[in-house]
């Protein structure tokens, strides 16, 4: 090898798509992993259904729900639900617990079309739900797709009805319906984010009206009939309600070579689901491992179910205080991995980030040391310290990996939920899956970066 090339050897960065350097054993690994993701991404699509699939999982692998006074002792399972929506799970290490957690913080939410509280009406003959889109999305994305409809309603006397319509091959589905090309002259002289608006995101469900009435609203009056008839509700209900539409589509591969898959909520169900996956693998740790999946990312992390609330430092004190050490002594020995997703460059649309610090789909789980926009505002900034301790563990385990932005400077930006836990005195750090077409209804992943996802945070547990 001639000097030039040595010393390029020696300086230059290495890396580069995953693919390469992997043998066909480990691929191999990568897609067997990836067919149990694809489950549960087809059986967890909202967060009460997360939080339902992770407490079932959590309870066949040991662990129990965390009761004050029950003193866990190294190896000890728990877990905590936070009102159906967002679930911590910890494992307690043999090292004392003031000498700090090893922290996984994903959320199970994601984008979707909310119902309104008085949703049902009828319009010239056609039965629809108004709706409140929830998280960030493009709007024209969410019609004529088929849709389908989850969550729970709590009735007049207190009793609960779970709601899931659409999944199921025999059920049916929903959809907002769009205007044909033939007569949308005016709405194409809308821009991009007018093209559907908010208002106009209404959900198409039914169009029979009830027989023996004579008076209006007959298509309205049939539907909550059939509602009343499998649910036992009445229109009132709905007030007490939160019932989501998502889309009815199932996970499938991507490709020829399958080496996608395309799904509904990749964003954040991926790193959730690997997270999960990891805590549920993680066997005698030496420090306490606590995984976090939490609710509200979409929407700015606030409420009692998002990480700008106080649940995750109420458990951490909790926890603490069975063994006598104040709870914030514990944060700030912490380390925490945000988990969450970030975006992969699209050759489509090459413009929106700059090639030299853009996460790559197959280049491995990306490691993102600030996120914010308009000169890293709202940014956590991990310090070099700690990412330099990270990058020590991944190259160490042989977990491929990447670092990224997420866009270019000014281009827009957005950040999750690091930037609250980091508030906490914990050292925190963006990792996550690069993700093409985020937020939309169909987002795609790499196979490859998915179960590096999971090496990742395994790695991290076991340090
Ligand atoms: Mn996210
Ligand atoms: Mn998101």
């Known amino acids: 090898m001639p000097e030039k090339n040595k010393l390029k050897e020696k300086l230059f960065s290495k890396k580069t798509n995953a693919v390469l350097d992997m043998s066909a ?153 769009d205007l044909l090309p033939h007569l949308a002259t005016e709405q194409m002289k809308r821009n991009l984010a007018q093209g559907i608006k908010g208002e106009e995101l209404n959900i198409l469900v039914g169009s029979r009206p009830f027989k023996d009435n004579e008076e209006s609203e007959a298509v309205k009056l049939n539907i909550l009939n059939i509602l009343n008839e499998k649910y036992g509700i009445v229109e009132d209900d709905f007030i007490s309600a939160e019932l989501e539409a998502v889309p009815a589509f199932k996970a499938k591969d991507i490709g020829f070579d399958r080496s996608m898959i395309g799904s509904y909520g990749h964003d954040d169900r991926v790193c959730a689901y690997t997270a999960l996956a990891a805590t549920v693998d993680c066997n005698a740790p030496l420090h306490t491992v606590v995984t976090v999946l939490t609710d509200k990312e979409e929407t700015g992390s606030d409420g009692n179910t998002g990480l700008c609330s106080a649940y995750l430092k109420y458990f951490i004190a909790d926890l603490a205080a069975e063994y006598g050490i104040a709870g914030h002594t514990v944060l700030s020995a912490s380390e925490c991995l945000s988990a969450d997703v970030n975006a992969a460059f699209d050759p489509t649309f090459p413009d929106v980030n700059e090639k030299n610090n853009c996460s790559y789909i197959n280049h491995g789980v990306c490691v993102t040391k600030y996120t914010g926009a308009r000169g890293k505002s709202g ?83 076991h340090d």
């Open 25 to 177: 054993e480990e691929l191999k690994k990568c897609d067997d992993f990836c067919e149990n993701y694809k489950t549960f991404l087809d059986i967890a699509k909202t967060e009460r259904e997360a939080v339902d699939y992770t407490v079932e999982l959590l309870q066949k692998n040991g662990f129990k729900e965390f009761k004050i006074g029950m003193k866990p002792s190294a190896g000890d399972k728990i877990y905590r639900i936070n009102r159906g929506k967002a679930v911590i799970a910890a494992i307690i290490g043999s090292e004392p617990i003031e000498k700090g957690v090893r922290l996984c913080a994903a959320h199970i939410d994601s984008p979707r079309l909310d119902l309104k509280q008085f949703p049902l009406y009828e319009s010239s003959e056609i039965a629809l739900f108004k709706t409140h889109y929830y998280g960030g999305i493009k709007k024209y994305q969410w019609t004529a797709i088929p849709l389908s409809l989850h969550g729970v309603i709590i009735k007049a006397d207190g009793s609960s009805v779970k709601v899931n319509i659409g999944e199921d091959e025999s059920d049916p589905v929903f959809c907002v319906t």
């Open 379 to 461: 940014t956590s900034d991990a310090s070099a310290e700690f990412v330099g301790k990270v990058r020590r563990l991944l190259d160490k385990e042989n977990v491929i990996w990447q670092t990224g932005e997420l866009g270019k400077v000014d281009m827009g930006g957005g950040g999750t939920v690091a930037a609250y836990i980091a508030n906490l005195d914990v050292d925190t750090i963006d990792v996550g899956v690069p993700v093409l077409s985020m937020h939309a209804p169909y987002e795609v992943v790499s196979k490859i970066d998915v179960y590096m996802a999971y090496r990742a945070f395994y790695a991290f547990m």
